[in-house]
């Protein structure tokens, strides 16, 4: 189930490179890459699950909800990353002229079935 939704939304976007389901203790639950020469998706998940769990925290400690989504722009790579529950989130990398919008979109849809399977 998880691989396979992974596939569905880094295949169906333009300048997909590969996406991750993880824990926020950097522990993969999926991953999958369409270039994995150019790029260890498990890493770059790992690296940005301390971020995100920061920015959770930032976020309660602010008041203003809890993170829904962030993304971040690099010279070579587009990352963009999904809550799935407390513990959970799904990013996909894209490449810098990637389409971002319909990734975001794509990951939205995707969220629920992959909720339902955690």
């Not at 587009?78 to 990951?107: C, E, H, S, W």
Request: aromatic share 8%; glycine share 8%.
């Amino acid at each position: 189930m998880f691989a396979e939704a992974l596939k569905k939304v880094i295949d169906n976007v333009e300048g997909g490179i590969g996406g991750v389901i993880m824990g926020l203790d950097g522990i993969p639950v999926e991953t999958y890459t369409r270039q994995p020469d150019r790029l260890d998706i498990t890493t770059v998940g790992m690296e940005f699950s301390f971020i995100l769990a920061q920015v959770r925290k930032a976020a309660e400690s602010l008041q203003v909800g809890s993170c829904e989504e962030m993304a971040v722009k690099a010279e070579r790579l587009f990352l963009v990353v999904r809550m799935l529950d407390a513990r959970y989130f799904i990013a996909v990398a894209l490449t810098p002229d990637g389409n971002f919008g319909k990734a975001r979109y794509l990951m939205r849809l995707a969220a629920p079935r992959l909720t339902e399977q955690l």
